[in-house]
C-alpha cells in the first residue's frame, strides 16, 4: 500500500536554511504535497508540485523532487522562528481521490 | 470566506459517552474527510465522502465510530461509546474535487479527552 516516510525533527538556528526530507511509495501519484500546521490549528497547504516536475520555487521554499529516488524535499531559505511548526508530506492515493500523509516532522527554529 | 469550520473545539467527556463532533465543510466542495491525529499515529485517514456518499470507511477504527453527512453542508463523527484511546485532535478537510490539482481545507479540530 501506499507509505510516507518523514524524519520527525528538525531543529535550525533562525536565518540557516531547512530542508525537510520525505519518501513516498506511489509512484503514480500526479501530485506531491507540504502541509503545515502551527499549534493548535489545521493543516494548511503550503506548496506542492507536479510529478513531471523536478523543482518548484515559491519565494522562501524550494521543492525537490526525485522521482527515480521516490523523494521529495522542501527546503526553507532564511529560516524564520515563525516558520516552526509540523509539516506534513502527502500523496495521493492511487485511486486519486484522498491524500496519503507522512507522521510530520517537527521544524524548531531556535533564535 | 468561511473556511472549514468544526465544532466543538474541545470536548472532554467520561468513557462510556456518547461523542458527536460536527464538521460544516467549505460551500461548494464535494469532498469531506475526516482525519484523526495522535502522537503515536500521526495522521489518520478514518472515512471520506463524496457528494454526501461514503466512499471509504476502512480507516474507521471500531464499530463504536459512525459518521453520516445527510446533506452538504454537514457532517458528523459519533463515537459510542467513547474509550479513553479515543482520545486524539479529529480534524475534518474538504475539498473541491479530486483527479485534479485541488488541496484539502482543513478545520482547526476538536480536541477530544475521554476520562
Known amino acids: 500500500g501506499e507509505d510516507v516516510e518523514q524524519s520527525l525533527f528538525l531543529s535550525v538556528r533562525e536565518g540557516d536554511s531547512s530542508v525537510i526530507n520525505c519518501t513516498y511509495t506511489?509512484?503514480?501519484?500526479?501530485?506531491l504535497y507540504w502541509y503545515k500546521q502551527e499549534p493548535g490549528a489545521g493543516l494548511q497547504l503550503l506548496t506542492y508540485?507536479?510529478?513531471?516536475?523536478d523543482m518548484k520555487q515559491d519565494q522562501r521554499l524550494t521543492v525537490l523532487l526525485n522521482k527515480k529516488d521516490k523523494h521529495l524535499s522542501l527546503r526553507i531559505a532564511d529560516t524564520q522562528t515563525g516558520d516552526s511548526a509540523i509539516y506534513f508530506c502527502?500523496?495521493?492515493?492511487?485511486?486519486?481521490?484522498?491524500?496519503?500523509f507522512g507522521k510530520g516532522t517537527t521544524l524548531s527554529v531556535s533564535s | 470566506d468561511a473556511g472549514v469550520i468544526q465544532s466543538p473545539r474541545h470536548e472532554v467527556t467520561e468513557m462510556g459517552q456518547e461523542v458527536t463532533l460536527r464538521c460544516k465543510p467549505i460551500?461548494?466542495?464535494?469532498?469531506l474527510f475526516w482525519y484523526r491525529q495522535t502522537m503515536m499515529r500521526g495522521l489518520e485517514l478514518l472515512i471520506y465522502?463524496?457528494?454526501?456518499?461514503?466512499?471509504?470507511d476502512s480507516g474507521m477504527p471500531e464499530d463504536r465510530f459512525s459518521a453520516k453527512m445527510p446533506n452538504a453542508s454537514f457532517s458528523t463523527l459519533k463515537i459510542q461509546p467513547s474509550e479513553p484511546r479515543d482520545s486524539a485532535v479529529y480534524f475534518c478537510?474538504?475539498?473541491?474535487?479530486?483527479?485534479?490539482?485541488?488541496?484539502?481545507?482543513f478545520g482547526d479540530g476538536t480536541r477530544l479527552s475521554i476520562l
Open positions: 478537510a474538504s475539498s473541491l474535487r479530486q483527479g485534479l490539482h485541488q488541496p484539502q481545507h
Open positions: 465522502f463524496n457528494n454526501n456518499v461514503p466512499i471509504d
Open positions: 508540485i507536479f510529478s513531471n516536475m
Open positions: 506511489d509512484s503514480s501519484s500526479t501530485y
Open positions: 460551500s461548494g466542495h464535494d469532498y
Open positions: 502527502a500523496e495521493s492515493n492511487q485511486a486519486g481521490t484522498a491524500l496519503i
